[in-house]
T-cell receptor, first 113, second 112 residues
Framework: EAGVTQFPSHSVIEKGQTVTLRCDPI?????LYWYRRVMGKEIKFLLH????????ESGMPNNRFLAERTGGTYSTLKVQPAELEDSGVYFC???????????FGPGTRLTVL | KNQVEQSPQSLIILEGKNCTLQ??????????LRWYKQDTGRGPVSLTI?????NTKSNGRYTATLDADTKQSSLHITASQLSDSASYIC???????????FGRGTSLIVHP
């Protein structure tokens, strides 16, 4: 069974540019989560999808972040326009049921210059 | 506010030695506590999960303990190997919530 995959693994952009991160969850997992780890801090929740619906987006920092999950399969997280404080590692995780173990992807390291 | 504190922040040990990592939490109501291992460049991988009624849970050379009264957990690694070098993250889930609270992790380096 393939694990959670994320693309790209690294992204370096300049302040004001747009970046889109992609996450492919484990097949059959209806629940998909986005998290972010800022350097020196703990991993923090961003949002949660159940299939294609946003269940909870209380962790999204501001309206420069837009997450989508078309068709309930892969998900994208767009940052537009990027700011310096958006730098960090963005993790995606998926689970079959809401309270089940979450399986994490390798993360996308975003650097905003 | 739900918080998870881990200590030490970093640890260096020699191969073959044992070590213990600590986790204190203030998450309420408590549902479960997981220890994750995160290798460099990889996502966290669950090692153990413990619920309120469990005191000890083992996974190979990894043994986790939980004291729900004092809200403390530990992860003991026996006979460390070079492959144990990683960040170990304590994650606590609150009852009824799918949003876990993460600690900052303990960075473990095992030297030959």
């Amino acid at each position: 069974e393939a694990g959670v995959t994320q693309f790209p693994s690294h992204s370096v952009i300049e302040k004001g540019q747009t970046v889109t991160l992609r996450c492919d969850p484990i097949s059959g997992h209806d629940n998909l989560y986005w998290y972010r780890r800022v350097m020196g801090k703990e991993i923090k929740f961003l949002l949660h999808f159940v299939k294609e619906s946003k269940q909870d987006e209380s962790g999204m920092p501001n309206n420069r972040f837009l997450a989508e999950r078309t068709g309930g399969t892969y998900s994208t997280l767009k940052v537009q326009p990027a700011e310096l404080e958006d730098s960090g590692v963005y993790f995606c995780a998926s689970s079959r049921q809401g309270m089940d173990e979450q399986f994490f992807g390798p993360g996308t390291r975003l650097t905003v210059l | 506010k739900n918080q998870v504190e881990q200590s030490p922040q970093s640890l260096i040990i020699l191969e073959g030695k044992n070590c213990t990592l600590q986790c204190n939490y203030t998450v309420s109501p408590f549902s479960n506590l997981r220890w994750y291992k995160q290798d460099t460049g990889r996502g966290p991988v669950s090692l153990t999960i413990m619920t309120f009624s469990e005191n000890t849970k083992s996974n190979g050379r990894y043994t986790a303990t939980l004291d729900a009264d004092t809200k403390q957990s530990s992860l003991h690694i026996t006979a460390s190997q070079l492959s144990d070098s990683a960040s170990y993250i304590c994650v606590v889930s609150s009852g009824g919530s799918y949003i876990p609270t993460f600690g900052r992790g303990t960075s473990l380096i095992v030297h030959p």
